[in-house]
């Protein structure tokens, strides 16, 4: 279905350590993670806040396990009216990751976000919605990133997500409208698709010449559901179970892989499951994920 030299396996240091819960796997060293992510069957990994800060060290750290970055989350805030700084974070960011074997950055706009306040549930009704200016200073701030990653040998890949203001499909179309598919490309993440609603089937169609990267993550729905009657927040879905590995959960994976393959997708698929490591244990987890994509995709 795939070849090896087409499509590269990732998966995301969140199931050991989430940045945003540090008490989910805070303990966790990094050394291990990575020791892990290699033993697991990996040969790319995303970037957490225990890996070296240093490019050259995180290079060689990851060298040593056969690893090398596949991208990583970056935060902007040009709907805050943060255009510089977030430019000038992103060219740092970018180069960073670029060192580590990145061809992609994840771009994700924060400006207002509810994602990682845990005393706010995660319904429709709290989420930012943007103004039309707001639009506008998004889709130029992306525009501008995006060629500055282009003229790198790099993608910004967007990363619509649940509690920002590019979380369902309407505001995918109306995002993917108003950007250039030469500088601005998207992240297809199964997960938050999801989540929000929506149908990878047909965001696939849709956009299948600007994805950029593939986030593999199964849903429980069950837990979505208890999350939102409670009025629980994003961060208390992920420590309840919102999130597992592909196969694991409600989205069907065996359709996507098929369109992604039809479509000649060329990339990283990247597991990215956050869960409570003391409930799914992060190496175990990493290798029943692992064989499930042989299992399917036959990589």
Known sequence: MFKSEDVK??????AWTNDDLPELGGEIPFEQCVDEMAAAGFIGCEVGNKYPKDKHELKAELNKRGLQVSSAWFSSFFTDGKKEETIKDFIEFMHYLKHGGATVVNVC??????????????LEDYKPVFTEEQWQMLAEGLNEIGKIAVDNDMKVAYHFHMGTGVQNMDEVDQ??????PQYVYL???TGHT???GGDNLELIKKYGDR???VHLKDIRDDVVAAIKADKKSFLDGVKAGTFTIPGDGNVDF??????????????????EAEQDPYKANPFEYA?????????????
């Open 194 to 196: 999801h989540y929000a």
């Open 287 to 299: 290798k029943i994920a692992r064989a499930y994509i042989k299992e399917k995709t036959g990589l």
């Open 109 to 122: 706009e924060c400006g207002s976000c509810i994602q990682g306040q845990q005393d706010t549930p995660i």
């Open 187 to 189: 992240l297809l993440d």
């Open 9 to 14: 396996l990732s998966i995301a240091p969140i």
């Open 254 to 271: 065996e359709p996507i892989f098929e369109a992604l393959s039809e479509l000649g997708y060329k990339g990283w698929f990247v597991v």
């Open 211 to 213: 994805i950029g990267n």
């Open 175 to 180: 995002l993917m409208a108003m950007t250039d």
